[in-house]
Structure formats: C-alpha cells, structure tokens
C-alpha cells in the first residue's frame, strides 16, 4: 500500500506563485510517471503536468510558460511549480503517481487534493 501528501495550496493573489509537493510513502520499488491535475466544480479533472522517470515532461498549454514540474526520486516527491498564477487557475489540485510495489505490480494512486485559489 502507498499514501500520498500532498501540500502547498493556499489563497494567493493574481501573479503570485505556490508550490505544491506531493510526496509518497509505503511499498515503493519504483515510479513511473508522475502528474499533476486539476479540477473545478461542475468540470472534469484535467491534465496539468507530467513528468516521466526519464524526465520528460508534458505540460498543458494553460500553463505552460508559467508552471514546472520536477521531481526528487531519493524522496519519491513530485512538485508543481506555479508562477504568474491567474484566476483560472483556482481549483483543487491532485497528484498521480503510477507506483511499481514490485517490478511487476504497477499501481495508479492519488493524492487527497489541495485548494489553489487566485483572487484577482
């Protein structure tokens, strides 16, 4: 079994900048891809970020210019990098990690969420 935290939402004003961090912990022998998502009421979750273990990385073109994800594999924590953040950014947040508990058993687990609101 793998837990995530996830932390570094908050309230900020429009242009200012957050950082979340998701970190994992449990049975842990590697992990794949690693993301970033996000969701408002009312509308699906969607894709923000990605990062593989090669480090390639996919971002959403709402945020790209304005976002990084990075990620530290000694701590098996992904992070989110939010600057010049806008009112549309506001939503909760989740992270994706796909966990190998072994090196045939790979899992996709999810993070609690984290409120992100821009005021304007």
């Known amino acids: 079994q793998v837990q995530l935290v996830e932390s570094g939402g908050g309230l900020v004003q429009a242009g200012g900048s957050l950082r979340l961090s998701c970190a994992a912990s449990?049975?842990?022998?590697?992990?794949?891809?690693m993301g970033w998502y996000r969701q408002t009421p009312g509308k699906q979750r969607e894709l923000v970020a990605t990062?593989?273990?090669?480090?390639?990385?996919n971002l959403s073109d709402s945020v790209k210019g304005r976002f990084t994800i990075s990620r530290d594999n000694a701590k098996n924590t992904v992070y989110l990098q939010m600057n010049s953040l806008k009112p549309e950014d506001t939503a909760v947040y989740y992270c994706?990690?796909?966990?190998?508990?072994?090196?045939?058993?790979?899992?996709?687990?999810w993070g609690q969420g984290t409120q992100v609101t821009v005021s304007s």
């Open positions: 994706n990690l796909e966990v190998m508990e072994t090196s045939y058993k790979r899992l996709p687990y």
């Open positions: 449990g049975t842990i022998f590697s992990i794949n891809t």
């Open positions: 990062i593989t273990s090669g480090g390639y990385i």
